[in-house]
Every structure is written in structure tokens, then in C-alpha cells.
């Protein structure tokens, strides 16, 4: 199976901060990833596809990028609403794998 | 409005049965693949399944297999997971997703998700 790591498991950031996330892939995974943005008691909501392509609503702050073994999640200005658990996803083969996850607190 | 909507959770004794449905509504349920995701209280998320848009093809962690049964009923626009020999690990909160892409067939991640219904196991 395809482990998925993820850095930091957590992090404090201020409303502003340009923040990265980064998952790295137990083996070359091409671009076949995707990240994922839930809060507390809530769905998760598919942010980046495909390593880099902004699903459809998601604000422009949030970029994605990578590929191979290592990719990074961007948001360049944290907003008062990001504040969550992102994950990482690979869908390069079944089993299908999430990194552990990187909480967003305040600072 | 696409949506998607869980039911038939709860609480089950250690080595029973439960089945989970999820109502699909506002897209062509059969053109896609539709997936379970669970996430136990307080950790991460975890795949469980998929299933193609025909019903064709399922997949399921190594975690499950032998034990769950995903199935769907595209003339109800249902998916449903059929969970045997529950176990204490199994507690979690399960998803269904909605697919875009085809497992092993270029890039394919989860569009839509439903709100979830909780599974615990317990005697």
C-alpha cells in the first residue's frame, strides 16, 4: 500500500500568514493527488485535484503543487474560515490512502 | 443541487450486522463511481470501498474485505454497504462520496460527500 505522510500534524498560524502543507508518497505517485479541507462535525470538502487544479468554488488562495513523491498544499493569505484538518489523498491505486492529516489552529 | 444523504448507522453488538444506505439526488447516479469513506472518533480519514457508475469493479481496504459488500441500485438512485462481523474497530463515522474519475483510469478523487451516520460498535 501507498503511505501517505503528511507535515506538520499540526500547526498555529495568525489570519494573514501564508501557510504550506506537505504530503510526501511512499512511492512515485505521478500527480494523482488530491486534498481535502474539514472542520469540526463537518463532510470534507475536495480543495485540489490532480495535484493542482482548483475544484470549482474553492477560493484562489488555496494552491496546490508536485508531484512524483512530494507535493505541498499553498494557502497564501489564512482567512478566518481555513482554520481546519487538511488531508492529503493518493488515488494512484486501490487501496486508495489519506496522509494523517495537518490541523489549522489560530494562533 | 447535487446531495447525498447516509442512514442506518448506530450502535451494534461486537460481530453483528448493519446495512448503510445513501440516497443520491441531483446528478446521473449511475454515470458515476461512488465511494465510502469512514473516520473513526477523533482520527483520520480512511477509505473503505468503491464501485463503479454499472456497479462493476469494487474495491475495498484490506480492513474490510471479506466482511462488507458494496452494492448499488442505480433504478433508485441507492449505494449501500453491507457490513458483516462488525468489530470494535469498525466505529466511525462513514461517508459516502460521490466519484469523479475512474479508479486506475487517470486521475479520480471525491466531488461531493454526504454528511455521514455513525457506526459504533459495542456490546
Known amino acids: 500500500d501507498i503511505q501517505m505522510t503528511q507535515s506538520p500534524s499540526s500547526l498555529s498560524a495568525s489570519v494573514g500568514d501564508r501557510l504550506t502543507i506537505t504530503c510526501r508518497a511512499s512511492q512515485s505517485i505521478s500527480s494523482f493527488l488530491n486534498w481535502y479541507q474539514q472542520k469540526p462535525e463537518k463532510a470534507p470538502k475536495l480543495l485540489i485535484y490532480?495535484?493542482?487544479s482548483l475544484q470549482s468554488g474553492v477560493p484562489s488562495r488555496f494552491s496546490g503543487s508536485g508531484s512524483g513523491t512530494d507535493f505541498t498544499l499553498t494557502i497564501s493569505s489564512l482567512q478566518p474560515e481555513d482554520f481546519a484538518t487538511y488531508y492529503c489523498q493518493q488515488s494512484y491505486g486501490p487501496p486508495i490512502t489519506f496522509g494523517g492529516g495537518t490541523k489549522v489552529e489560530i494562533k | 443541487e447535487v446531495q447525498l444523504l447516509e442512514s442506518g448507522g448506530g450502535l451494534i453488538q461486537p460481530g453483528g450486522s448493519l446495512r448503510l444506505s445513501c440516497a443520491a439526488s441531483?446528478?446521473?447516479?449511475?454515470?458515476?463511481?461512488m465511494s465510502w469513506v469512514r473516520q473513526a472518533p477523533g482520527k483520520g480519514l480512511e477509505w473503505v470501498s468503491d464501485?463503479?457508475?454499472?456497479?462493476?469493479?469494487?474495491y475495498y481496504a484490506d480492513s474490510v474485505k471479506g466482511r462488507f459488500t458494496i452494492s448499488r441500485d442505480n433504478s433508485k438512485n441507492m449505494l449501500y454497504l453491507q457490513m458483516n462481523s462488525l468489530r470494535a474497530e469498525d466505529t466511525a463515522v462513514y461517508y459516502c462520496?460521490?466519484?469523479?474519475?475512474?479508479?486506475?483510469?487517470?486521475?479520480?478523487?471525491?466531488?461531493?460527500w454526504g454528511k455521514g451516520t455513525p457506526v459504533t460498535v459495542s456490546s
Open positions: 490532480a495535484a493542482s
Open positions: 464501485i463503479r457508475g454499472g456497479g462493476d469493479s469494487p
Open positions: 441531483g446528478f446521473t447516479f449511475s454515470s458515476y463511481g
Open positions: 462520496a460521490k466519484d469523479v474519475g475512474v479508479m486506475l483510469r487517470g486521475h479520480y478523487y471525491m466531488d461531493v
